[in-house]
């Protein structure tokens, strides 16, 4: 019943965090949303959790996703994750589709 409530409370904050851009958004407040919950938001507000969570995994790595092939590449690889396990947590579907591609992106300056 807690984490029912910490996640929804935590979806809640994502979803009023992603529409107003000018608040940025805390990584405690969207670590634990699930692809279900993520599926459940427009699409603005879940490109934007999924482009912060992406950026704060391809920092944590020391890599960058680029724009273009490779960047639509691991894409799929956390749509085909989250369509596997939508209970999963999409910072962990996206943590491992970076992973997969890690030898393929470049470096972090």
Do not use: N, W
């Not at 984490?3 to 935590?10: D, E, I, P, Y």
């Not at 979806?11 to 969207?30: E, N, Y």
């Not at 910072?91 to 972090?108: C, M, N, S, T, Y």
């Amino acid at each position: 019943m807690l984490r029912k409530f910490l996640t929804g409370s935590a979806l809640c904050a994502a979803t009023s965090l992603a529409a107003h851009a000018q608040t940025p958004m805390s990584f405690d407040q969207t670590a634990y949303i699930t692809c279900r919950e993520a599926q459940t938001l427009a699409p603005d507000a879940r490109r934007a959790l999924a482009t912060f969570l992406a950026d704060h995994v391809s920092r944590k790595h020391g890599v960058v996703i680029p724009e273009g092939e490779l960047g639509s590449q691991i894409a799929y690889l956390v749509r085909g994750g989250c369509t596997l396990a939508p209970d999963a947590y999409l910072f962990a579907v996206i943590d491992r589709a970076v992973q997969a591609e890690a030898g393929k992106l470049p470096k972090r300056p």
